[in-house]
């Protein structure tokens, strides 16, 4: 019974009455944190329509790079386009895009900002925080001190680090502490555009046996090394760098190989309007041609055609030795598994 | 008068049926953490019970994979009229990052049920998940009742 009268005498109370009449939630909890990572911006007059964030963009769909009409006066702008159905919000596209300023901002992302040292060194050490693993390792290894934890973050200090190399033999980590070379950045660049070239022509003179290739199959070639190596040593002459370079970029190169099937092509032109970049024109001598140099390979036109004029393949590297122990470059090449209308 | 009293009850009490078709389970995360005290999500009188056979509102989340087919329409046909569905997340309306070349899920929802709203990001953010029901789900049911008529 006391009970009761408790339970009566507390909801009589004029506060009670009050809080539960004017019920509601914060507000704030219905606001975004600064730190909440948004859909991307766009700011369409900076792109340079590398399709570098298609590339690095994991789900499927979700940007798209187009185009607007060409008026009398100049050319349509090229730029990304982001599918809001489809974007994670994981900020790749930001990071990877190369102009300046960005076409594509996206938050804080695990961007590696340029920093400089004041010792006359080649070689820069930086922690990627997206792959850091906190271990400390580094820290431990790190003869002056140069590796600090600030705010949960493992840096290293540039006006005190001395550029011996102890920190990357003690990370157990692939890839997280990173050794970038910052002098010779040109013929850095002249060696990466080398290899990229080289080996994309390799592959092209074989498009016949390419073209040939079934659907789950993969297509695998060798390019000797000692060649590309001579012409790299050409343009820079220190072995240890070209060396370095040569294995981060077969690591990492993604090359997607587009071949042209001319005899299938019924000059339809539905890829003329759909490409990107303007790299397929048409006119009535030549009928409906291909720009290699212009193409962005970002498969559009694969994607279009009904005749199968196109085709669409992704080739990975690595580098490794043969059975002759010599030095070569693997090349394997995929079919895509997009679907096709046949 | 009846059907004042009709629209009354269904904008103030929405049940919710959850179907994960196939997804990576982030967004039903979300919508557990909308339960917690901090959303309290029953405070707007939204219940989430997971049975078709009382449901309103019908939450799908995930891509689709081969076996959910079948039973998506299965649990559509169960929930009585009126029913809204929406589409949770980027799973249902795109496939998203599982909708990769040569993979097999079937996304979109709407080519086996018909969507009703759309609910980017992957996942939501629970507020905005708050914010899109009580925009849409209160006032959608309750015309789809008067519609039915």
Same mark, same amino acid.
């Given at each position: 019974?006391?009970?009761?009268i408790? =339970?009566?005498? +507390?909801?009589?109370?004029?506060?009670?009455?009050?809080?539960?009449?004017?019920?509601?939630?914060?507000?704030?909890?219905?606001?975004?944190?600064?730190?909440?990572?948004d859909?991307?911006? *766009?700011?369409?007059?900076?792109?340079?329509?590398?399709?570098?964030?298609?590339a690095?963009?994991?789900?499927?769909?979700?940007?798209?790079?187009?185009?607007?009409?060409?008026?009398?006066?100049?050319?349509? &702008?090229?730029?990304?386009?982001?599918?809001?159905?489809?974007?994670?919000?994981?900020?790749?596209?930001? +990071?990877? %895009?190369?102009?300046d300023?960005?076409?594509?901002?996206?938050?804080? $992302? @695990?961007?590696?900002?340029?920093?400089?040292?004041?010792?006359?060194?080649?070689?820069?050490?930086?922690?990627?925080?997206?792959? %850091?693993?906190?271990?400390?390792? %580094?820290?431990?290894?790190?003869?002056?001190d140069?590796?600090?934890?600030?705010?949960?973050?493992?840096?290293?200090?540039?006006?005190?680090?001395v550029?011996?190399?102890?920190?990357?033999?003690?990370?157990?980590?692939?890839?997280?502490?990173? *050794?970038? @070379?910052?002098?010779?950045?040109?013929?850095?660049?002249?060696?990466?555009?080398?290899i990229?070239?080289?080996?994309?022509?390799?592959i092209?003179?074989?498009?016949?046996?390419?073209k040939?290739?079934? @659907?789950?199959?993969t297509?695998?070639?060798?390019?000797?090394?000692?060649?590309?190596?001579?012409?790299? &040593?050409?343009?820079?002459n220190? +072995?240890?760098?070209?060396?370095?370079?040569?294995?981060?970029?077969t690591?990492?190169?993604?090359?997607?190989?587009?071949?042209?099937?001319?005899?299938?092509?019924?000059?339809?032109?539905?890829?003329?309007?759909?490409?990107?970049?303007?790299?397929?024109?048409? $006119?009535?001598?030549?009928?409906?041609?291909?720009?290699?140099?212009?193409?962005?390979?970002?498969?559009?036109? =694969?994607?279009?055609?009904?005749?199968?004029?196109?085709?669409?393949?992704?080739?990975k590297?690595?580098?490794?030795? $043969?059975?002759?122990e010599?030095d070569?470059?693997?090349?394997?090449?995929?079919p895509?598994q997009?679907?096709?209308?046949? | 008068?009846?059907?004042?009293?009709?629209d009354?009850?269904?904008?103030?009490?929405?049940?919710?049926?959850?179907?994960?078709?196939?997804?990576?389970?982030?967004?039903?995360?979300?919508?557990?953490?909308?339960?917690?005290?901090?959303?309290?999500?029953?405070?707007?009188?939204?219940?989430?019970?997971n049975?078709?056979?009382?449901?309103?509102?019908i939450?799908?989340?995930?891509?689709?994979?081969?076996?959910?087919?079948?039973?998506?329409?299965?649990i559509?046909?169960?929930?009585?009229?009126?029913?809204?569905?929406?589409?949770?997340?980027?799973?249902?309306i795109?496939?998203?990052?599982?909708?990769?070349?040569?993979?097999?899920?079937?996304a979109?929802?709407?080519?086996?049920?018909?969507?009703?709203?759309?609910?980017?990001?992957?996942?939501?953010?629970?507020?905005?998940?708050?914010?899109?029901?009580?925009?849409?789900?209160?006032?959608?049911?309750?015309?789809?009742?008067?519609?039915?008529?």
């Amino acid at each position: 019974m006391s009970s009761v009268i408790w =339970y009566m005498y +507390e909801f009589a109370r004029k506060s009670w009455a009050e809080k539960f009449a004017g019920a509601k939630s914060e507000y704030e909890i219905m606001e975004k944190p600064d730190r909440f990572r948004d859909f991307p911006e *766009v700011f369409k007059e900076y792109c340079i329509g590398c399709g570098a964030c298609t590339a690095a963009c994991p789900a499927p769909g979700a940007i798209r790079l187009i185009r607007d009409e060409d008026t009398t006066d100049h050319d349509g &702008l090229t730029y990304p386009e982001i599918s809001v159905g489809a974007c994670i919000r994981c900020g790749f596209c930001a +990071e990877v %895009c190369p102009t300046d300023p960005k076409t594509l901002t996206c938050g804080e $992302n @695990h961007l590696i900002r340029e920093e400089f040292t004041i010792l006359p060194v080649d070689k820069m050490y930086v922690i990627d925080d997206y792959l %850091c693993i906190r271990c400390k390792k %580094c820290m431990k290894s790190c003869q002056v001190d140069a590796i600090i934890e600030e705010d949960n973050k493992i840096t290293v200090d540039q006006s005190k680090c001395v550029s011996c190399g102890d920190c990357t033999d003690a990370c157990p980590v692939k890839g997280a502490l990173k *050794v970038v @070379h910052i002098a010779n950045i040109d013929e850095q660049k002249q060696i990466i555009r080398l290899i990229v070239d080289t080996l994309e022509k390799t592959i092209e003179n074989r498009q016949e046996e390419i073209k040939k290739l079934p @659907h789950d199959k993969t297509f695998k070639m060798e390019y000797p090394l000692a060649t590309l190596k001579e012409k790299a &040593l050409d343009i820079i002459n220190k +072995e240890d760098m070209v060396q370095d370079l040569m294995e981060k970029m077969t690591d990492r190169l993604k090359m997607r190989i587009l071949t042209w099937d001319k005899d299938k092509c019924n000059n339809c032109r539905l890829c003329v309007n759909e490409c990107p970049s303007g790299a397929i024109s048409y $006119n009535e001598e030549d009928g409906v041609k291909r720009d290699p140099d212009k193409c962005l390979r970002c498969s559009t036109c =694969y994607q279009t055609c009904p005749f199968g004029v196109a085709g669409y393949y992704v080739a990975k590297f690595r580098m490794d030795q $043969n059975i002759d122990e010599e030095d070569v470059i693997l090349i394997t090449l995929k079919p895509s598994q997009l679907p096709v209308v046949e | 008068m009846l059907d004042a009293l009709k629209d009354i009850v269904r904008k103030s009490s929405i049940h919710v049926c959850l179907v994960n078709s196939g997804g990576c389970n982030g967004c039903d995360i979300e919508v557990v953490a909308l339960l917690s005290p901090r959303y309290d999500l029953e405070q707007y009188g939204i219940y989430v019970h997971n049975n078709p056979r009382e449901a309103d509102v019908i939450l799908v989340t995930g891509a689709v994979t081969e076996q959910w087919k079948e039973n998506l329409r299965r649990i559509y046909t169960k929930a009585p009229e009126p029913k809204v569905v929406v589409a949770l997340g980027n799973c249902p309306i795109s496939g998203d990052v599982f909708n990769q070349e040569g993979s097999s899920v079937n996304a979109p929802v709407s080519d086996f049920i018909p969507v009703d709203a759309e609910l980017s990001g992957c996942p939501p953010r629970p507020s905005e998940i708050l914010e899109a029901i009580l925009a849409v789900a209160p006032g959608a049911i309750a015309a789809k009742g008067r519609q039915k008529k």
